[in-house]
């Protein structure tokens, strides 16, 4: 039987491999600054910060490790938020019975200040794109890194706190701060959709971007971008995978990449692969 943090490496690994997966580097297509071959470098650097946070590390101790190997590894950012997703996912599966949406809430909650303060050290390691933040969180913008720190202190916050402050603008933070109500319900579907899971996968995918607008496109771009995005998707019918190809080059041409989808994706793998609910 594999082991959590091996399941959660698999998870990193089934998602890039989703083929194809509108904007996202996979299989078939590259993007101009990302290749498929870093996201595999990426996945296995990170083991080690993973099986930190099987082993009962704190969880953004963990989370900074896995960051910073998936970097070194990779010589980039391939996977901060699916590893930011996975990080409270991992410790629910291997301190309960059930991996639940109670069960991963109760592992976000349950971060402390300093968890917070590993998180912010963790952009130190990579370069993430992030939105402005309001005037008020300014001095807890995360592009500030370890000089946020003393802040955090000061105020008290936690990980989960931070998370709820961005839960508006960015997705990981909405699924910490919101039961991973989407991460949960797209494991569902992966378990419930027929053929091999990299075509159910990709079918998953196309299903979150057709959901809700993504968040790395509203920030790298802008809302109404990330809004038509998602018309667009949801006026494709998954079972065309002609026309799913299409829309990738398309996004692909215009330097629109929704990678908070394929984050989605990679911690609903792994909900799923816990479960035992689908084989690679």
């Known amino acids: 039987m594999s082991s959590p943090a091996a399941l959660a490496e698999r998870a990193l690994l089934l998602?890039?491999?989703?083929?194809?997966?509108?904007?996202?580097?996979?299989?078939?297509?590259?993007?101009?600054?990302?290749?498929?071959?870093?996201?595999l470098a990426g996945a296995t650097g990170a083991r080690d910060g993973l099986?930190?946070?099987?082993?009962?590390?704190?969880?953004?101790?963990?989370?900074?490790?896995?960051?910073?190997?998936?970097?070194?590894?990779?010589?980039?950012?391939?996977?901060?938020?699916?590893?930011?997703?996975?990080?409270?996912?991992?410790?629910?599966?291997?301190?309960?019975?059930?991996?639940?949406?109670?069960?991963?809430?109760?592992?976000?909650?349950?971060?402390?200040?300093?968890?917070?303060?590993a998180f912010y050290r963790s952009f130190g390691h990579v370069d993430v794109r992030v939105d402005d933040p309001p005037a008020d969180l300014e001095p807890l913008d995360v592009r500030r890194g370890s000089d946020a720190i003393?802040?955090?202190?000061?105020?008290?916050?936690?990980?989960?706190?931070?998370?709820?402050?961005?839960?508006?603008?960015?997705?990981?933070?909405?699924?910490?701060?919101?039961?991973?109500?989407?991460?949960?319900?797209?494991?569902?579907?992966?378990?419930t959709t027929d053929g091999p899971i990299g075509e159910r996968a990709a079918r998953v995918h196309l299903e979150l971007l057709a959901a809700e607008p993504d968040t790395l496109?509203?920030?790298?771009?802008?809302?109404?971008?990330?809004?038509?995005?998602?018309?667009?998707?949801?006026?494709i019918d998954p079972e065309d995978v002609d026309a799913v190809r299409d829309f990738s080059e398309e996004l692909i041409d215009r330097g629109i990449n929704p990678g908070t989808t394929a984050d989605l994706l990679a911690g609903a793998l792994f909900v799923a692969l816990v479960r035992g609910e689908v084989e690679p």
């Open 150 to 191: 003393p802040t955090l202190r000061d105020r008290g916050l936690t990980l989960a706190d931070v998370m709820e402050t961005a839960a508006d603008r960015d997705g990981i933070a909405a699924e910490w701060t919101h039961g991973f109500e989407r991460t949960f319900a797209a494991a569902d579907r992966l378990a």
């Open 217 to 235: 496109v509203a920030t790298k771009h802008d809302e109404a971008t990330a809004a038509e995005v998602r018309r667009r998707a949801a006026s």
């Open 51 to 117: 099986e930190r946070i099987a082993e009962g590390d704190a969880i953004a101790d963990g989370f900074e490790n896995a960051v910073a190997c998936m970097a070194e590894a990779s010589g980039t950012n391939t996977q901060f938020g699916s590893l930011l997703l996975l990080a409270p996912l991992l410790r629910a599966s291997v301190r309960n019975d059930r991996l639940t949406p109670e069960t991963a809430s109760a592992a976000a909650t349950a971060t402390t200040v300093d968890d917070a303060a």
């Open 15 to 39: 998602e890039v491999a989703a083929t194809p997966t509108p904007g996202n580097v996979d299989r078939e297509r590259d993007l101009p600054d990302l290749r498929f071959e870093q996201f």
